[in-house]
């Protein structure tokens, strides 16, 4: 089994930056994907960041140039650095893990979840 931990998410002014961090424990080495999900209010799941072996690296269009994902095996961590915060961002934000050969951002693929951490952003 794999566990997973978010933390980092709080209210925040549009424009700033927030560094959302994923502990992972447990059987670490039976996952190599790790992927951040956000989810609105009234709105469905949303994969926007996902990393594989802590190098290969996949973007939601809608997110790309404002959201970098890190890996820090030495930590058994992982990272969602946001930056240019826009109110549209507000969602809370899930990481989640799966073993595979590929990256995607589809959420039915990914066995492990976390339990969230709430990003709000203010105008």
């Known amino acids: 089994q794999v566990q997973l931990e978010e933390s980092g998410g709080t209210s925040v002014e549009a424009g700033g930056s927030l560094r959302l961090s994923c502990a992972v424990s447990?059987?670490?080495?039976?996952?190599?994907?790790m992927a951040w999900f956000r989810q609105a209010p009234g709105k469905e799941r949303e994969g926007v960041a996902c990393?594989?072996?802590?190098?290969?690296?996949l973007y939601a269009a809608s997110v790309k140039g404002r959201f970098t994902v890190s890996q820090d095996n030495a930590d058994n961590t992982v990272y969602l650095q946001i930056d240019n915060l826009k109110p549209e961002d507000t969602a809370m934000y899930y990481c989640?893990?799966?073993?595979?050969?590929?990256?995607?951002?589809?959420?039915?693929?990914?066995?492990?979840w976390g339990q969230g951490t709430q990003v709000t952003v203010s105008s």
């Open positions: 989640a893990a799966r073993k595979g050969a590929g990256t995607t951002l589809n959420g039915a693929q990914y066995n492990y």
């Open positions: 447990g059987y670490t080495g039976s996952v190599n994907v």
């Open positions: 990393i594989r072996d802590g190098r290969v690296k």
